[in-house]
Nanobody, 123 residues
Framework: QVQLVESGGGLVQAGGSLRLSCAASERAFSNYDMGWFRQAPGKEREFVAA???????ISYSNSVKGRFTISRFNANTVYLQMNSLKPEDTAVYYC?????????????????WGQGTQVTVSS
C-alpha cells in the first residue's frame, strides 16, 4: 500500500511563496497519477492540481492557475510550488495518488491520501 507524506507547509504573508512536497513510501508510486487537494475550515475538500504519472498531462483549478505549479521530481516525489499566495489559499493541503490513467479532479478518483500539511497565508 502506498503511503504519502506531505511537507513544506507553514505560515507566510500574502504575496509570498511556499513549496509543498509529497513523498511516497515505495517506487511503485512512479506509476501513479498524483493530485493535490485542499480543505479550508468549514469547507469541502477541493481539487487544486494534478499530474499524470508520465507528466504528460497537468490540470489546475481556476483559483490557482497561473500561481501554482505541480511537478514530479523523481520516482517518488511530487512538488506543488505556490507563488503569489493569498489569504484564501489558507487550508490543509493533501497529496493523493491514483491509478486513473488521466488527471483526476474528483476526490473519488484517488486511492491513497496523505495526512495533510497546513498552509496559512496572513494578510
Amino acid at each position: 500500500q502506498v503511503q504519502l507524506v506531505e511537507s513544506g507547509g507553514g505560515l507566510v504573508q500574502a504575496g509570498g511563496s511556499l513549496r509543498l512536497s509529497c513523498a511516497a513510501s515505495e517506487r511503485a508510486f512512479s506509476n501513479y497519477d498524483m493530485g493535490w487537494f485542499r480543505q479550508a475550515p468549514g469547507k469541502e475538500r477541493e481539487f487544486v492540481a494534478a499530474i499524470t504519472w508520465t507528466g504528460s498531462s497537468i490540470s489546475y483549478s481556476n483559483s490557482v492557475k497561473g500561481r501554482f505549479t505541480i511537478s514530479r521530481f523523481n520516482a517518488n516525489t511530487v512538488y506543488l510550488q505556490m507563488n503569489s499566495l493569498k489569504p484564501e489559499d489558507t487550508a490543509v493541503y493533501y497529496c493523493a495518488a491514483s491509478r486513473l490513467g488521466r488527471v483526476g479532479t474528483a476526490l473519488w478518483d484517488y486511492d491513497y491520501w496523505g495526512q495533510g500539511t497546513q498552509v496559512t497565508v496572513s494578510s
